[in-house]
């Protein structure tokens, strides 16, 4: 038995780590901000408070796009600082499980792989999960019974649509749609009606604090933008009606995917999901009544959580840990052997 055992789940805007020795996660802002084009100055949620401020010498990026890693150097030297400065288990000969989209390439599951096993962490082992299959047993549910369990995970820049049965996928669909998109649906909104140009925090803001699955949402918040035709910051009060015009088209076209999903479902299966309800889990499943708004669409109970954006990173340190689970990771050591 290894000392320690890492779930690593890098997603757009966050990474989650868990650890197990001290059953903590370590949940940090995905964002690095380099100087001279690769000089790393800051990383997690001290690079992410200065994008959309920092001076043209200051580069803030996030080296994972659309699930998938995109500046690969950086962030394997963000990791090992961020592990090396807070991890307190012990990180060398380690055990990491690193959670991976469905619908990606054998060339960048293998960045996910080496991201670590290239690394000078030298761990014992580096497996991969899928990240539906990780979120299922995150929720404590047993994905090796015969029975249907469809997740909905909607995180910030894609959204994974999966029916589970006997620790496989049967369908799965990944759109790529999320929080970031519905961020941006809020800034053209509120530029074209109030002639108001807003920042990514803010529509984040909005959508986080107004945003919300059905109409009826009589809240306000007090935002500050800049005036279009004065080109004068100014301050404005939204209401919840004029945020749910904004995003209830992203809404509904993750709702249009569900269906299509479900329409493609072997009956058996679909008799289970009926049975069992729909799980949405992933940042984004926080909006308000946004379970409403998926049952209504699809007529089936939706089941929600407590701390959504953490399950998949739960679900991969009980997969490595429990023998009933282990067969549901790879390695790709063994693949490139072959």
Same mark, same amino acid.
């Given at each position: 038995?290894?000392?320690?055992?890492?779930? &690593?789940?890098?997603?757009?805007?966050?990474?989650?780590?868990?650890?197990?020795? @001290?059953?903590?996660?370590?949940?940090?802002?995905?964002?690095?901000?380099?100087?001279?084009?690769?000089?790393?100055?800051?990383?997690?949620?001290?690079?992410?408070?200065?994008?959309?401020?920092?001076?043209?010498? &200051?580069? $803030?990026?996030?080296?994972?796009?659309?699930?998938?890693? /995109?500046?690969?150097?950086?962030?394997?030297?963000?990791?090992? @600082?961020?592990?090396?400065?807070?991890?307190?288990?012990?990180?060398?000969?380690?055990?990491?499980?690193?959670? $991976?989209?469905?619908?990606? @390439?054998?060339?960048?599951?293998? /960045?996910?792989?080496?991201?670590?096993?290239?690394?000078?962490?030298?761990?014992? #082992?580096?497996?991969?999960?899928?990240?539906?299959?990780?979120?299922?047993?995150?929720?404590? *549910?047993?994905?090796?019974?015969?029975?249907?369990?469809?997740?909905?995970?909607?995180? /910030?820049?894609?959204?994974?649509?999966?029916?589970?049965?006997?620790?496989?996928?049967?369908?799965?669909?990944? *759109?790529?749609?999320?929080?970031?998109?519905?961020?941006?649906?809020?800034?053209?909104?509120?530029?074209?009606?109030?002639?108001?140009? &807003?920042?990514?925090?803010?529509?984040?803001?909005?959508?986080?604090?107004?945003?919300?699955?059905?109409?009826?949402?009589?809240?306000?918040?007090?935002?500050?933008?800049?005036?279009?035709?004065?080109? *004068?910051?100014?301050?404005?009060?939204?209401?919840?009606?004029?945020?749910?015009? /904004?995003?209830?088209?992203?809404?509904?076209?993750?709702?249009?995917?569900?269906?299509?999903?479900?329409?493609?479902?072997?009956?058996?299966?679909?008799?289970?999901?009926?049975?069992?309800?729909?799980?949405?889990?992933?940042?984004?499943?926080?909006?308000?009544?946004?379970?409403? *708004?998926?049952?209504?669409?699809?007529?089936?109970?939706?089941?929600?959580?407590?701390?959504?954006?953490?399950?998949?990173?739960?679900?991969?340190?009980?997969?490595?840990?429990?023998?009933?689970?282990?067969?549901?990771?790879?390695?790709?050591? #063994?693949?490139?052997?072959?």
């Amino acid at each position: 038995m290894t000392n320690n055992v890492y779930g &690593i789940d890098l997603g757009t805007c966050n990474m989650k780590i868990y650890c197990k020795a @001290t059953n903590k996660i370590l949940n940090e802002k995905n964002t690095i901000a380099l100087v001279n084009k690769d000089q790393i100055y800051a990383y997690g949620d001290a690079a992410y408070a200065m994008y959309e401020k920092a001076p043209e010498t &200051i580069q $803030v990026t996030f080296p994972v796009v659309g699930g998938v890693i /995109a500046d690969f150097n950086n962030l394997q030297t963000m990791l090992q @600082t961020f592990l090396e400065k807070n991890a307190k288990g012990k990180l060398r000969g380690a055990e990491f499980i690193v959670a $991976v989209p469905t619908d990606i @390439t054998e060339v960048e599951k293998k /960045a996910f792989f080496d991201m670590f096993y290239k690394s000078k962490l030298k761990p014992k #082992s580096v497996l991969l999960c899928e990240k539906p299959i990780a979120d299922a047993v995150g929720l404590g *549910l047993d994905v090796n019974d015969p029975t249907g369990i469809m997740i909905v995970d909607i995180g /910030a820049d894609t959204t994974e649509i999966s029916v589970i049965s006997l620790g496989g996928l049967v369908l799965s669909d990944l *759109l790529h749609s999320g929080g970031n998109k519905i961020d941006e649906s809020i800034i053209t909104y509120v530029k074209r009606k109030y002639n108001l140009v &807003i920042g990514q925090k803010t529509a984040q803001s909005l959508k986080e604090q107004l945003g919300s699955g059905v109409s009826g949402n009589s809240d306000t918040m007090t935002i500050v933008g800049r005036d279009v035709v004065s080109g *004068l910051p100014i301050e404005m009060e939204l209401k919840g009606s004029v945020v749910y015009e /904004a995003i209830k088209d992203n809404l509904n076209s993750i709702c249009n995917s569900i269906k299509m999903i479900l329409e493609k479902t072997p009956p058996e299966l679909a008799k289970d999901i009926i049975h069992s309800g729909i799980y949405i889990t992933g940042g984004s499943s926080q909006i308000h009544d946004i379970d409403q *708004l998926f049952h209504q669409i699809t007529g089936i109970d939706i089941n929600t959580c407590e701390e959504p954006e953490e399950c998949v990173v739960r679900g991969l340190v009980k997969i490595v840990s429990d023998s009933k689970f282990k067969h549901l990771a790879f390695s790709m050591k #063994s693949k490139i052997l072959i």
